[in-house]
Structures are given as C-alpha cells and as structure tokens.
C-alpha cells in the first residue's frame, strides 16, 4: 500500500464497532438467558474469532453485516467442541474464554496463529488457580487445554494492569460458588463490568486505597438485551492523530465510545493544543458515547511524558502516540509499558525500528521509547503483521517527506479492515 503526503483530511466518517465491547457482546450475549440483537458489531478478523468459538461452542449467532443476532443458552447451555477454538490473532479471545470455560463441564482446547501463540497465557492460567481452574499449556503459551471443572470463589489482586486478566477472572467468578472479588491496583478499561451490569449480573464496585475492588456473585443470570457497540475510539485514534497533524483538517466522528478508562487519547491530544470536540454527548447499552469533532492544527504542548496509570488507558494507542511526537515541539516519551513488548508484536521495538526507517530520532527503553521532533521521511514500513502498527504508520506517510510503502497492509483485517478506504474518502 502506497502512502503519498495529504493536505488535510476533511469530512464525516462512521467509524467501525469498539474491539473491546464487541468481544463481550459476542460472548455474553451467547451465555444469557433469551434473544439478543448485538448492532454495529465490529466485523473484523478479532472478534469474528470470538463468534466463531462461540458458535463451536453451541451458541446460536446470525449475522447480517454488523448486525448479530444470538439465542442465548444460557449459562450451562454451552457444549463441547469437537475441534480446539481458534482464536487467531486475538489475545483478548484467547484470554477472556478461558475464564468462561474454567467452570464448564467439558475440556475445550485453544490455539491460535503464530504471534498469539507467542504471547503469555500465564497471565490468566496463575490467577485462575486458586479458583480450582485445571488448565494446562506448555511452556505457559497456547495450545491450552481447559478441563472444566466446578470452580470456587476467589479474592485475587491483580499483578499486571490488565484488562483481559481482570475479564477472564470476573468470566470464572460467574461460574463460582461464592462471591469473588477481583481488586485491580491501577484501572483498566471497564467493559466487562459495565457489561455484566448492563445484563443483569450481581456485581459491584467498591473503591478502596485507590484500588478497585469488583465482586460478582457466582450465583448471577445473565438476561439478554440488546447492545449497541460504539465506534471504536482506538480506531478513531489514527484519524485524529492523522487530522491534528495536518492544518486545515475538520474532520467530524459520529458515535463514538467515550469510555473514561478509554479516553485518554483525547485529553493528550487537548493538552498539545488540538481543538477536540465532543457533541451530543449520551449512553448507549451501559457506555458513554459522543460525537467527536476535531480540528487540524497543534498549539502549545503542556506534556511530553506519559507515564504511570494513564499508560493502560492508552495502551493500543502508544504506536500512533509516537507518530503524533514526531509533529510535537518537544516530541514525546512514554515510560512504564513494558506490556507493549508482548502484544501482537514487541510494539516498543516496531516503533523504534519503522521511525528510524523514516530517519527520526528515536531512544529505545526497555518499557518505552523518546520520540524526538522531525520530518519524517518517506519509507518502506514493516508492520511485523501488527495492525496498529500498519496503521500509525500510514499516517505517518500523510505528513512525510516523500511516498511511504506498507508492507502488510492487510494487518489493518483485525481491527479495522476498511481503514485505508476511509482514509482515502477524507484525505483531500
Ligand atoms: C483489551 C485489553 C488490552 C488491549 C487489547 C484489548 C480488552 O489488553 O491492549 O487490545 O479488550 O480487554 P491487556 O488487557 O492485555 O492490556
């Protein structure tokens, strides 16, 4: 794919389903008692994953575009696969239902493709433990067998900031007798509990020394209703950045998730000077959603370093975030993401690796990264077959010095597969 320099992206674009929200749809809807209609349902590669296992796994989905229709079977009403689920490329699938499937009555196997199944599942495979979960894996990877069993409740603090660990635990908690309690140091996005209150589960929130602590009873029933799923605001992240950094862009987003434990890429994007609106503010199925307007142009930047507890807020945006730094008066440095080097790809290396390649100066951390003020130069940009990756990257090439080529393009498929004919229909 060949990236030429724009002058400003100019319009109004629907931007695709959230990732998050979409996954959680797909699974609880298919574990709740009666009908749900899931709308704007995000049809890319990841979360059609998650329908896919679900659907091996006996729940009854249709779909029509992004329209998903599932007959719930309730929460014992899942059977066994035949065949392991393959959850692809997609951690957040792999992750999430093996908590649902630690207190089934039958085993399930899980694999995935060759970078998920270089990523940790020991993350989730540890905490799962003193819930009576039996799961094996070699090596702490996928494949992962899940032998059902019955689970009891249990009170884990988490030790990595992680939603989908958090997830996976409340998923387990479901299935326990008891009440379990998951305390989460540092927050990470709250889909999963808004979910779970959303359809009718026994959870609450207490925050105590700063630490959330969820508990949801064992004994709760999921009653089914209908989601709608927001725009996605990390998919919406490329445009803004890609919008801010040409003048002249004015650029408006309709409808999209304004999840507070989501949302720090706007307050970034306010704080170096970027007009960003929101209009008509609302909640839809339990999310606050807003229509975005952005207008192009960077004033006085008041930060450079984001560390600490907004890194998880902004975890799959710090591949744009860089992009962004080049086009900021002080660049831009990011500490404390270490968990960046076990995502779809090591994300801290392929940023380092695809700036030099555009000749901006870069300092490699082992939890980050300083990205120094420059031009960048036209490219040949290798996405290591990381969708975020592909994508910062193509914004990158609208400011550069010269044509950029995207080696793997086609990355964009896991969470935003009609990414480069959207960029096309605003870029003027
Ligand atoms: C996700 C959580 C994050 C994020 C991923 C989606 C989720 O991962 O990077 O894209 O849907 O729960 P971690 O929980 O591993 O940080």
């Known amino acids: ?18 990732k998050s929200i979409s996954h959680r749809a797909a699974m609880l809807a298919s574990i709740a008692n009666g009908s749900s209609r899931i709308t704007n349902f995000l049809t890319a590669e990841d979360c059609l994953s998650t329908l896919g296992c679900m659907q091996q796994l006996g729940a009854k989905a249709t779909r029509t575009g992004t329209t998903v229709e599932i007959a719930g079977v309730g929460k014992y009403g899942l059977t066994p696969s035949s065949t392991p689920l393959d959850c692809g490329n997609s951690g957040t699938t792999a992750r999430l239902i093996t908590g649902l499937l630690a207190g089934q009555r ?31 894996a070699t090596d702490g990877k996928l494949p992962v067998t899940i032998s059902g069993t019955p689970l009891k409740a249990a009170n884990v603090t988490l030790d990595v900031a992680s939603a989908q660990v958090k997830s996976c635990l409340l998923l387990a908690g479901l299935y326990a007798e008891g009440r379990t309690t998951v305390v989460e140091p540092v927050q990470t996005r709250d889909h999963t509990e808004r ?21 949801v009873d064992g004994n709760s029933e999921l009653t089914a209703r209908d989601i709608s799923v927001p725009a996605d605001i ?28 989501r949302k720090g890429v706007l307050d970034i994007l306010k704080r170096c000077g970027v007009q960003v609106g929101i209009d008509n503010e609302r909640e839809v199925s339990g999310e ?28 799959d945006e710090i591949p744009i975030l860089a992009v962004f730094g080049t086009q900021l008066p002080n660049g831009i440095e990011i500490r404390d993401a270490h968990e960046l080097r076990v995502k779809e790809t090591d994300r801290i290396r ?71 004919d959207a960029l096309k229909s605003v870029v003027t």
């Open 288 to 315: 606050p959603v807003g229509d975005l307007i952005i207008e192009g142009g960077i004033g006085r930047q008041e930060l450079s370093l984001l560390a600490g507890p907004i890194i998880p807020n902004i975890i």
């Open 1 to 18: 794919m060949k990236i030429t320099p724009a002058n400003a992206l100019c319009g109004r674009l629907v931007l695709p389903g959230d």
């Open 106 to 136: 039958f085993e399930t196997t899980l694999i995935g493709d060759d970078s998920l199944s270089k990523r940790p599942m020991d993350r989730v495979m540890r905490p799962l433990k003193p819930f009576g979960a039996e799961i094996q």
């Open 350 to 420: 392929a940023v380092v690796e695809d700036l030099r390649r555009m000749e901006i100066k870069v300092d490699e951390f082992d939890d980050g990264f300083r990205v120094y003020p420059g031009q960048p130069k036209g490219a040949s940009i290798e996405t290591f077959g990381d969708h975020r990756i592909a994508m910062a990257f193509a914004v990158a090439g609208l400011f550069a010095d010269g044509e950029t080529t995207i080696e793997g393009h086609e990355a964009c498929e896991i969470s935003f597969p009609s990414f480069f």
């Open 234 to 261: 990390s998919s919406a992240a490329f445009l803004l950045v890609a919008a801010a950094c040409l003048e002249g862009s004015h650029l408006v987003l309709p409808s999209v998730g304004l999840n507070p434990t």
């Open 195 to 215: 979910m779970l209150e959303w359809l009718g589960a026994d959870i609450s929130i207490e925050v105590r020394h700063n630490a959330r602590h969820i508990t």
